[in-house]
């Protein structure tokens, strides 16, 4: 338990680097770049799009003429862009967060190799396509355990236990075998992660209830419209801060036990046998005898 917590503070204070605050930050940039970017060429086309299909919907003709008559007939003006904005925005933080994911594990593997472990050999036991396919595996396994698992969600002790359990292997599995991917070989990395199979599912379990935080913030921002703006980027960036600090949890204990591996490995000298001293021979200087 002492590599668990030792692993835990380094994590926290890792949270604090520099390198690790930019990459937190970094589906911020990406998204605004992004939104700007596609507002640019299309969101006037959009806008009347939506607005058209808005303008032709039967069944929307009754809440139209319903606004109109409580005075707010300029509302249907401003519904177009609202739907474009809820609509467009999940599907840009997916695709920020996944490239996001992509590119802050190594790196934050390689920040904690290079500032703790600069001695360790790096044996590529994984690479990047054997990264991704036990990734694409491992989701699949986990959506098919949700899918079983839905109806025991309505019960109320277990919809607290099972999605952050689901959720925690997930990241187990994922997490652990790409920290240990660069350094590792795969008997290495099939010892050490059956070795701490018990405290890496912990680690797993703990940063999926820390995953909960942003889907709050994200569904406020569904709840307060008028403060969607501000939520949406603000649970972005506390998912992504989640996210590195759970690569940094799983990178420090991962190379850690790695490294305690290969010292265990290492035969210690055998130490050579005592030889007793063999006392000195001292000439006679007795007279000889007569």
């Excluded at 086309?45 to 929307?60: D, I, P, R, T």
């Excluded at 609202?82 to 920040?111: D, R, S």
Aim: with cysteine; aromatic share 14%.
């Amino acid at each position: 338990m002492s590599l668990l917590f030792d692993s835990f503070w380094r994590a926290v204070a890792y949270c604090l680097h520099p390198r690790v605050i930019w990459l937190s930050l970094l589906p911020l940039v990406a998204l605004i770049g992004l939104a700007l970017g596609l507002g640019y060429f299309f969101w006037d086309s959009a806008v009347n799009a939506v607005f058209l299909w808005l303008e032709n919907s039967s069944w929307l003709s009754d809440i139209f003429q319903w606004l109109s008559d409580m005075g707010l007939a300029g509302l249907k003006k401003v519904l177009a862009p609202v739907i474009i904005i809820f609509a467009v925005t999940p599907v840009l933080v997916v695709v920020v967060l996944f490239v996001v994911a992509v590119l802050m594990m190594p790196a934050v593997v390689k920040l904690v190799a290079r500032r703790r472990f600069p001695d360790l050999e790096a044996k590529h036991g994984g690479s990047f396509i054997g990264s991704a396919l036990w990734s694409f595996g491992s989701m699949v396994l986990a959506l098919l355990a949700m899918v079983i698992s839905l109806p025991l969600w309505f019960i109320p002790p277990l919809f607290l236990l099972l999605p952050p359990l689901i959720w925690g292997w997930l990241t187990y599995r994922v997490m652990a075998f790409d920290a240990l991917a660069e350094h590792a070989s795969s008997d290495e990395r099939q010892q050490v992660v059956h070795a701490h199979r018990a405290q890496l599912l912990l680690v797993g379990v703990a940063t999926g209830y820390l995953g909960a935080a942003p889907s709050i913030v994200w569904a406020s921002g569904w709840v307060f419209a008028a403060a969607f703006p501000v939520l949406i980027p603000v649970a972005i960036w506390i998912y992504t801060l989640v996210f590195a600090f759970a690569s940094l949890w799983f990178a420090h204990y991962c190379l850690a036990a790695l490294a305690q591996l290969r010292a265990a490995a290492v035969p210690q000298p055998v130490p050579a046998p005592e030889v007793p001293a063999t006392p000195l021979a001292l000439p006679d200087d007795r007279p000889p005898a007569p």
